[in-house]
């Protein structure tokens, strides 16, 4: 088979002196769009499309690419410097992150940041390049069912999110599968909780609960407490020199979720967030110490960071060997591809193997060039925490609501940014954790759909669940991961 | 420091300019003068994200009434998503009169308002004229034990509940319809009929992984996996064979003896009272962009047909529509 000659063709396109210069142009470009807290990969690719326009496929979309990792990879350190995701793929990051920030150890937290995505994008990209062909029928493998099982599995961890009270921890995320609700019920058409409002049709936006929970409760909370000292700390930088015991800690982490992240990336629909929540939760599970995580633990920033760039590559999975975009950053890639008159599907790796290629090989470049790129500028970044506290938090907000409005030019959205920056504050004041709020919110609406869906094509039958073996597998994994923690709280009592 | 500042608050700028550029064009109709013409930019807004159907369309049009010269006027496309369209129809609504400022629409203009979920419907804009046209495809399994519509249509006769129906959406929208509409000429109970909508774009994964059988999209989205043998397209809802190599292959549901057809057609709106003359001068331009060649190109390239009409003769297409669906809505206990 032509496999082996459509590799080199792939390598020739992504190392010739054109593919060179477009991958820096796109991961620069990603890695720049991706850093501003609210503007993520989709606006980044959105944005070069029009230049793609006349461009020759290969070379544009193995910047296209660039564009989209380079996001991801660059995502991080809004999450970390200012709490303020700007995708929804490093929200798990902002968990651990910023509170090694806040201790001063703000460059210790780029360098992981920066190291673990190096080491989840190339990993990645091996396992892209070795099993695509293969994978693609693990990508369809999943049907409702399995889907339900695995955001079940992943809504086990909300107990383990949260610090002190699950009672609160549990609200938490009740009160986010509610919010999840909101818009035009995909399975009948009706509208619920809209209140007659049609900017509310399609539900509230990630972003705009993420930016309004994370950034904006975050900079209320700085601006009442201006005096308090620990905060001082958050001004130093610290080096960003790792030590042995660092990398040591970060091994176990970055080795397990370049696999599990990239799997999960396979998965439509699925893709960087579901996979760092996963991992970040797979992680505390695994840990001796779960109870340094959220407080700057480096396995649990490694963790999501690695996942979430290693998912990455995983989406390429179905999007080029299957045509299917699974989520909607690969979506508007998608319609780069057609911009581009190259239409990506089962044939795209036989019909043009230099493109299906070029993209996988430009990668192992593009990721090269994010770590050198990206840890040099470290101290620079860092430096955006010596501006003056003033100056920051009017900064912060200015970018919330540049990414806010971004998404649908549309002010309506820029009051419910303002209502959740008030919910997440007086969830701060209470201490209700806000990390069970989101992660319900991005799990709960696709699992109620395939809940729905599962019931539908079952006729209403429950065994639907059990007959599937993935489902079932994930469902027994999702029990135990719930009855495990219960066993070991009652054992401790009794001894 | 500074330059790294200076640097993000140009980007800052640069991001609010391209978004409030060709926001804001008050309406001002050039009464008096014969031929009127656009003398300020023109916006179209696409009101669905990026990447889409509309988004596509409006973009191709904008491009080539540009390169080809066939508009002066500077011409921004704007996307405005939210309520599968209501939100961008609530804001061209708002601009009524204008001259310089449209919107591309498709059926669902046609199916929101009747399921409730948009105050505006067709007959609160000024249609201009229709361009393209796309069709429906029904999809099954390569291996799945039906080869054409009738076979398909019989067994779900027989027991409609061993059937799923997926589409990306939701029911009472186009991707149900299409179905619904097709499946009464044949004689199906259409109340009966399962479907499920699949709002991630994980449709055809669930057509490939068994979930479900019957997959309803469009015709473009279905050639690459017919070509590479994974599924396989049992009708589609076009007047005559498609052109085209792959899509010729596909029958007609009219062939196969049922009389119905569907038209995903696609054209550009004016906000209510649009100024005549200024319709007339769009009516021509579109008229003259549909004749070219580099739109016949972009045609070619996304699987669409041709067709166009001007204002009045889609207006009357437009009311003819949405009576067939009112009537199908209203079967389905769909209809507001």
């Known amino acids: 088979m032509g496999s082996l000659e459509g590799i080199i063709a792939g390598f020739q396109v992504a190392f010739s002196l054109e593919g060179l210069l477009f991958v820096m142009i796109g991961v620069f470009v990603g890695t720049f769009i991706g850093m501003m807290p609210g503007l993520g990969p989709i606006s980044a690719i959105a944005v070069m499309i029009p230049i793609t326009f006349g461009m020759d496929p290969a070379p544009a979309l193995v910047m296209m690419a660039g564009v989209y990792y380079g996001a991801i990879f660059g995502g991080s350190t809004s999450s970390i410097l200012l709490n303020a995701p700007?995708?929804?793929?490093?929200?798990?990051?902002?968990?651990?992150?910023?509170?090694?920030?806040?201790?001063?150890?703000?460059?210790?937290?780029?360098?992981?940041?920066?190291?673990?995505?190096?080491?989840?994008?190339?990993?990645?990209?091996?396992?892209?390049?070795?099993?695509?062909?293969?994978?693609?029928?693990?990508?369809?493998?999943?049907?409702?069912?399995?889907?339900?099982?695995?955001?079940?599995?992943?809504?086990?961890?909300?107990?383990?999110?949260?610090?002190?009270?699950?009672?609160?921890?549990?609200?938490?995320?009740?009160?986010?599968?509610?919010?999840?609700?909101?818009?035009?019920?995909?399975?009948?058409?009706?509208?619920?909780?809209?209140?007659?409002?049609?900017?509310?049709?399609?539900?509230?936006?990630?972003?705009?609960?993420?930016?309004?929970?994370?950034?904006?409760?975050?900079?209320?909370?700085?601006?009442?407490?201006?005096?308090?000292?620990?905060?001082?700390?958050?001004?130093?930088?610290?080096?960003?020199?790792?030590?042995?015991?660092?990398?040591?800690?970060?091994?176990?982490?970055?080795?397990?979720?370049?696999?599990?992240?990239?799997?999960?990336?396979?998965?439509?629909?699925?893709?960087?967030?579901?996979?760092?929540?996963?991992?970040?939760?797979?992680?505390?599970?695994?840990?001796?110490?779960?109870?340094?995580?959220?407080?700057?633990?480096?396995?649990?920033?490694?963790?999501?960071?690695?996942?979430?760039?290693?998912?990455?590559?995983?989406?390429?999975?179905?999007?080029?060997?299957?045509?299917?975009?699974?989520?909607?950053?690969?979506?508007?890639?998608?319609?780069?591809?057609?911009?581009?008159?190259?239409?990506?599907?089962?044939?795209?790796?036989?019909?043009?193997?230099?493109?299906?290629?070029?993209?996988?090989?430009?990668?192992?470049?593009?990721?090269?060039?994010?770590?050198?790129?990206?840890?040099?500028?470290?101290?620079?970044?860092?430096?955006?925490?010596?501006?003056?506290?003033?100056?920051?938090?009017?900064?912060?907000?200015?970018?919330?609501?540049?990414?806010?409005?971004?998404?649908?030019?549309?002010?309506?959205?820029?009051?419910?940014?303002?209502?959740?920056?008030?919910?997440?504050?007086?969830?701060?004041?209470?201490?209700?954790?806000?990390?069970?709020?989101?992660?319900?919110?991005?799990?709960?609406?696709?699992?109620?759909?395939?809940?729905?869906?599962?019931?539908?094509?079952?006729?209403?039958?429950?065994?639907?669940?059990?007959?599937?073996?993935?489902?079932?597998?994930?469902?027994?994994?999702?029990?135990?991961?719930?009855?495990?923690?219960?066993?070991?709280?009652?054992?401790?009592?009794?001894? | 420091m500074k330059k790294v500042f200076i640097g993000v608050v140009f980007v800052v700028l640069l991001i609010f300019s391209a978004a409030c550029s060709g926001g804001d064009e008050e309406a001002s109709g050039t009464e008096g003068s014969k031929e009127w013409k656009p003398e300020k930019p023109i916006e179209i807004v696409a009101p669905a994200g990026a990447g889409g159907g509309w988004d596509t369309t409006a973009r191709m049009a904008a491009k080539v009434f540009t390169e080809e010269e066939i508009i002066d006027s500077d011409i921004g496309v704007v996307n405005k998503a939210g309520g599968g369209g209501a939100v961008g129809w609530a804001y061209v609504a708002g601009q009524e009169g204008s001259p310089y400022n449209m919107f591309v629409a498709s059926p669902p203009l046609l199916f929101i308002p009747l399921n409730g979920q948009s105050e505006y419907g067709h007959e609160d804009f000024t249609p201009i004229a229709n361009v393209i046209a796309d069709y429906a495809a029904f999809a099954v399994a390569a291996d799945a034990k039906w080869d054409n519509l009738n076979e398909l249509f019989d067994d779900m006769k027989k027991d409609p509940s061993s059937i799923t129906v997926v589409g990306t959406s939701s029911p009472g929208s186009m991707d149900h319809i299409q179905f619904v509409q097709i499946a009464k000429a044949a004689g199906v109970d259409v109340t009966k009929i399962k479907y499920v909508s699949d709002q991630d774009g994980v449709g055809l994964t669930q057509l490939l992984n068994g979930s479900v059988d019957v997959f309803s999209t469009g015709v473009s989205e279905t050639v690459e996996q017919v070509k590479a043998g994974t599924i396989k397209v049992l009708g589609v809802t076009s007047e005559e064979r498609l052109e085209g190599e792959v899509l010729e292959d596909f029958p007609t549901a009219k062939e196969q003896g049922i009389d119905a057809t569907f038209v995903n057609w696609r054209g550009f709106f004016g906000p209510p009272n649009m100024d005549e003359e200024a319709v007339a001068y769009y009516e021509e331009k579109f008229k003259e962009l549909s004749d070219s060649e580099a739109f016949a190109d972009i045609r070619k390239q996304f699987g669409w047909d041709e067709m166009y009409m001007n204002s009045e003769e889609y207006q009357q297409f437009l009311d003819e529509k949405k009576g067939e669906i009112q009537s199908l809505l209203d079967e389905l206990g769909l209809g507001e």
């Open chain 1, 86 to 495: 700007g995708v929804s793929g490093a929200v798990a990051t902002a968990f651990d992150g910023y509170p090694m920030a806040q201790q001063g150890k703000a460059g210790k937290a780029l360098a992981i940041a920066a190291i673990s995505s190096f080491i989840g994008g190339t990993v990645s990209v091996i396992l892209l390049m070795l099993l695509a062909p293969m994978l693609s029928s693990v990508a369809i493998s999943f049907g409702p069912p399995a889907y339900f099982a695995l955001m079940l599995m992943g809504l086990t961890a909300i107990s383990s999110l949260s610090e002190g009270s699950t009672i609160k921890a549990l609200i938490s995320a009740v009160a986010g599968f509610m919010i999840v609700t909101i818009g035009i019920d995909a399975q009948t058409g009706t509208q619920r909780f809209t209140f007659g409002n049609v900017n509310l049709l399609e539900g509230i936006d990630f972003l705009v609960i993420a930016l309004g929970l994370f950034a904006l409760a975050e900079v209320c909370t700085l601006i009442i407490k201006r005096k308090d000292l620990s905060q001082e700390n958050a001004h130093k930088l610290g080096s960003m020199r790792l030590s042995k015991q660092d990398f040591k800690d970060m091994s176990g982490p970055v080795t397990r979720h370049s696999f599990l992240g990239f799997i999960l990336g396979v998965l439509p629909g699925a893709g960087a967030t579901i996979a760092s929540f996963i991992s970040y939760i797979t992680e505390k599970k695994l840990s001796k110490n779960p109870e340094e995580f959220g407080k700057g633990s480096v396995k649990g920033l490694a963790a999501p960071e690695t996942a979430n760039n290693a998912a990455t590559s995983g989406a390429f999975v179905p999007l080029l060997s299957l045509g299917i975009p699974g989520s909607g950053t690969t979506a508007v890639m998608l319609g780069a591809f057609l911009v581009l008159g190259v239409q990506p599907g089962p044939l795209l790796m036989t019909d043009r193997p230099e493109i299906f290629w070029g993209i996988i090989a430009s990668m192992y470049i593009g990721n090269v060039f994010l770590l050198i790129l990206n840890l040099p500028l470290i101290p620079y970044f860092a430096k955006i925490l010596k501006i003056p506290r003033p100056l920051l938090i009017s900064l912060v907000i200015m970018f919330s609501i540049i990414g806010v409005y971004a998404i649908s030019f549309n002010t309506f959205d820029l009051y419910m940014l303002l209502l959740f920056g008030v919910v997440g504050f007086v969830m701060r004041l209470f201490s209700f954790p806000a990390p069970p709020f989101i992660l319900a919110f991005i799990l709960g609406g696709m699992m109620e759909q395939a809940f729905r869906q599962s019931l539908t094509i079952s006729n209403g039958s429950l065994t639907v669940f059990v007959q599937d073996p993935i489902a079932l597998t994930l469902l027994i994994v999702a029990l135990l991961s719930f009855v495990f923690p219960l066993i070991r709280v009652i054992r401790s009592r009794r001894a």
